[in-house]
């Protein structure tokens, strides 16, 4: 009976002495990928974006409507403000057809 405890007790120990430098190794290679990391992460504003989110944006196109049986193109410039607000505004309608 003794006998069987201190061959199960030797076996225990030598199993712990092939894993324990494994550990070490582990931890090793993870000190040396926390040098060179993969994802890169800012904390605080992007401060080189700040000047674009201030600004208002205008562009200008045309879009085809209907009124009635005729048919108008219209030049419309949409005005984009900093706090999300869209603003729409007619320049010019001209008819370019009767019928729809």
Same mark, same amino acid.
């Given at each position: 009976?003794i006998m069987?405890k201190?061959?199960?007790l030797?076996?225990?120990?030598?199993?712990?002495?092939?894993?324990v430098?494994?550990?070490e190794a582990k931890?090793? /290679?993870?000190?040396?990928?926390?040098a060179?990391?993969q994802?890169?992460?800012?904390?605080g504003?992007?401060?080189?974006r700040r000047w $674009?989110?201030?600004?208002?944006?205008v562009? /200008? &196109? /045309?879009r085809?409507?209907?009124f009635g049986?005729?048919?108008?193109?219209?030049v419309?410039r949409?005005?984009?403000?900093p706090?999300?607000?869209v603003? &729409?505004?007619?320049?010019? $309608? /001209?008819?370019?057809?009767r019928?729809?």
């Amino acid at each position: 009976m003794i006998m069987k405890k201190i061959i199960g007790l030797s076996l225990i120990v030598g199993s712990l002495a092939f894993a324990v430098p494994a550990a070490e190794a582990k931890i090793g /290679t993870a000190s040396a990928n926390a040098a060179d990391p993969q994802i890169r992460v800012q904390i605080g504003p992007q401060r080189n974006r700040r000047w $674009r989110n201030n600004r208002v944006y205008v562009t /200008t &196109t /045309t879009r085809i409507v209907g009124f009635g049986r005729n048919r108008f193109r219209e030049v419309i410039r949409v005005t984009h403000y900093p706090n999300g607000r869209v603003s &729409t505004q007619v320049i010019s $309608r /001209t008819r370019i057809g009767r019928n729809w």
